[in-house]
């Protein structure tokens, strides 16, 4: 029998990681009687005097946000890191490692209205979106190793308020995720002499299996080792490293390329189509600020849960917790429906 | 200041895996206005003549279930894994790397009735459950390299049916997970000449900070490098390298174990409480037949992921996904409720 991938269940390894993902096609007719998500369909109000994140309402902690316009930053009234904290004492026993940590922890409003998300935004919206974060980032990269920008869209996510908006942890130390890809991407460049993520948008750009959007400044795809169903990575072409070196134009065009993949997301199912993104780029710093960036490539990664329709998730649970990641879909039909489907228009505003 | 565990942010490192956690005990306090569980209140009927998993109900492929009595084990009719594919073709592209996967799904009962669950059934049923995990095991692990016994239970882990039951999925590989862990069990070996979590139980036995259940032949504690709330470890403490060493004694107080574990759990937040456990133990197969598996110690693993109440859970999203694990109490504090609450009787029997 002639393997075919579609078909025929195999593994394949996220080079980012050295993970191997196992892929089970024939997976997809499985009846669904589980859990079902409720959908989320863009249902708030514009404002809600309740909502700690719209303008002018008072927060638990006494303080009044502002009456912002566009975008709107403050600290985290619960962050997970603080920076004044006790270092925790050496420990020479392999078994009882501590390390400290410290950082800063904000949340970043996208926009004055509950009611709107990234794809219903206009184009400038976003921008401003981009710049702020571009802001953020210019102010907190010189003293962190690293600034997680993130988006946890959806209750699905655990996203604890429906208002648009982003966080933004920075941390004293490069954290699991970002430490792994940076010892996997500098292997790399040692072997190869040039960044991963630059011969990977290459190779992907003559095969055009995976591509979902592409332009003169962002390639859009589904991985070919994507774990959740409808995962992708948005890269830059221009050998950006850091989310603070693109160019105004790359900016622009970012907010279209944002606009379009969250629009088609949103279609996809027809409902306010809930993920975590987050943006990674070289460590940041003064522990990184003379070290060499050539084996990085600025991307954001999208990790949308929903796998067949608006209510049927995708859990990650016990084979993938205690074994390893598994898939129903192989990242070809993810992005088959993707680039096929409308990325213009938004299925609201139909 | 002087560092405080249970007040002070920091990391700490997984000896199993290598990976850091981070831990914010300061974030308890946080109010939660986010996505709340379904409770599961045990009020499954105890026959449902829809339910594939009842005895002598027709399945969807249409072979019905026998009249059993006690454990019940037949072939997932969805299977991730099959016996009989083709491989995928080799590449040298180091970006595009696919390898061979086969295996087999099977699903096991552990009652007849579907309004059971571990911890209200009885510790004979529960020796049965064993027993049934140890003939499985015994019949596929000579053929597997990875045989994963795991139980997802409760809707909010993904668990598609309410009947009492677990998966066994069998793998001609190694997956990413106990790939890992033979890889720093190895490696502590090599250096200490001890098994990793011999050295690991004997030093909770001395600290005595975070044991949840004690007794000659078992040991439950929050593991120091705990990600989920109240995640725990039950490690055999006789040097057990797999399910199929265990004597009858030590099965006995298994069941034991395991009743008692699951009440607590049920107790915390009166609940049918929520979690995805698993076994790992030496790897298996032709492959594994005669390598030492003297680093190994046989161990379960349980994930649940309530962290406040019966509908507050923790989500691992946007700065878990993209940086790191993260939780919000210490091991310790979770510990420490574990230990206090009841362990003997369950809730729905007082
Ligand atoms: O096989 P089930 O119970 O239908 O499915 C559940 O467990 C599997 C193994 O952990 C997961 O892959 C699925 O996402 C989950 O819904
Ligand atoms: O900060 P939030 O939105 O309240 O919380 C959410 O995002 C955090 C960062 O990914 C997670 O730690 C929380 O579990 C999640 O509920």
Redesign the interface.
């Known amino acids: 029998?002639?393997?075919?991938?579609s078909e025929?269940?195999?593994?394949?390894?996220n080079?980012l990681n050295g993970?191997?993902v196992?892929?089970?096609p024939?997976?997809m007719?499985?009846?669904?009687?589980?859990?079902e998500e409720k959908p989320q369909l863009n249902v708030q109000p514009e404002f809600d005097p309740n909502n700690p994140l719209c303008p002018g309402v008072k927060r638990?902690n006494g303080i009044i946000t502002e009456r912002y316009e566009s975008t709107y930053v403050f600290d985290n009234?619960?962050?997970?890191?603080?920076e004044q904290?006790?270092?925790?004492?050496a420990s020479d026993?392999?078994?009882?490692?501590?390390?400290?940590?410290r950082g800063n922890c904000r949340v970043m409003c996208f926009h004055p209205k509950s009611n709107l998300t990234l794809p219903t935004m206009s184009a400038t919206e976003i921008g401003a979106v981009i710049d702020e974060w571009i802001k953020q980032f210019n102010e907190l990269s010189p003293k962190y190793a690293?600034v997680?920008i993130?988006?946890?869209k959806g209750?699905?996510?655990?996203?604890?308020?429906p208002h648009p908006h982003c966080?933004i942890?920075s941390?004293s130390?490069l954290?699991?995720?970002?430490q792994l890809k940076q010892e996997r991407l500098r292997a790399?460049y040692a072997t190869h002499d040039r960044p991963?993520l630059g011969?990977?948008v290459e190779?992907e750009l003559q095969r055009r299996e995976r591509i979902v959007i592409e332009n003169p400044d962002w390639l859009v795809v589904v991985p070919?080792w994507a774990t959740w169903p409808f995962e992708t990575m948005l890269i830059s072409r221009n050998n950006n490293k850091r989310i603070n070196d693109l160019t105004n134009g790359q900016r622009h065009n970012l907010a279209f390329t944002i606009k379009e993949l969250t629009t088609k997301y949103d279609n996809l199912f027809k409902c306010s189509f809930p993920y975590?993104?987050?943006w990674?780029g070289a460590p940041t710093g003064p522990e990184h600020a003379h070290a060499s960036s050539a084996h990085w490539t600025l991307h954001a990664?999208y990790?949308p849960p929903l796998l067949r329709s608006a209510t049927v998730r995708k859990?990650?649970?016990?084979?993938e917790?205690?074994?390893?990641?598994?898939r129903?879909l192989t990242a070809e039909q993810a992005a088959q429906r993707l680039r096929q489907v409308d990325g213009t228009q938004h299925y609201l505003s139909k």
Chains 1, 2 share one sequence.
Not at 175 to 178: D, G, K, L, R, V
């Open positions: 029998m002639q393997f075919v991938a025929h269940q195999h593994r394949r390894l080079p993970q191997w196992l892929v089970s024939h997976r007719q499985r009846p669904w009687s589980g859990q638990p009234d619960f962050p997970a890191l603080l904290v006790p270092s925790p004492p026993d392999p078994l009882f490692q501590a390390a400290p940590a690293w997680q993130f988006e946890n209750s699905t996510m655990g996203c604890s308020n966080q942890w941390c130390f954290p699991t995720e970002p790399y991963m011969d990977y190779r070919y975590s993104m987050g990674h990664i990790y859990f990650m649970v016990g084979f917790l205690l074994a390893m990641a598994q129903d």
